[in-house]
Each structure stands twice: as C-alpha cells, then as structure tokens.
C-alpha cells in the first residue's frame, strides 16, 4: 500500500494555533496541548487511509477527519498523482458553518490556483 506524504498549510497550522489558545483559555495548557497531540496524530494517520474519511460536499477530493475527543473536525484534500494529503482547514463545530465552508472553498481554490 503506497503511503501518502502529509502537511499542513499554513492557514491550517494557524486555524491550529488559534484552537490551542481557545482551549488553553476556556479550559488550561494542558487541555490545549493535549488538543495538539491528537490534532497532530490524527493528521499524521492521514498518510494511510486518506480516502476512509467523509467527503466534504461535492468534491470528492475534499475530505475532513473528526478527532475523537474534540469538537474539531480538519479538511483536507487528496492529490493521489503525488500520494499528497494537504490539511487546508481546522474549525470547531461551534463556528459558523456558512463562514468556514466559504473559507474552506476560498482556500481550496487558492491552493488549486
């Protein structure tokens, strides 16, 4: 089974920034390293099975992964001519859907050029 490299793009890494902060204020640092951990593993894990997560909305190649033990889902897209996974976004399920399936449209398309 070919293994697929994983990253993050940089807004992703902020929209991970910006969580950590929010758990580390609303509960404290430890919740939100525990948070990056698990965000960070489930990423990683991506590099196997990146098809096994749901679609996200009509583009097959846009896929989000729910962390298990946060409200916190990452998506991400698939370029299986590389074996690449890009995580495009991180958002909580308390954000603003409309607002953050815009955001991820506008950076998918920004990544896509």
Known sequence: MQKYSVSLTEDAENDIAELMAFYEEL?????????????????????????ANAVFKDDPDVRKVQLANYKVAVVYLIDDDC????????????????QYQESVRERIRKLRG
């Open 27 to 51: 509960v404290d640092a430890e919740s939100a390293t525990k948070f990056f951990d698990e965000t960070m593993e489930t990423v990683a894990n991506l590099e196997n099975l990146p098809r």
């Open 83 to 98: 074996f690449e996974v890009i995580a495009v976004r991180a958002y909580h399920q308390m954000q603003n859907p409309k």
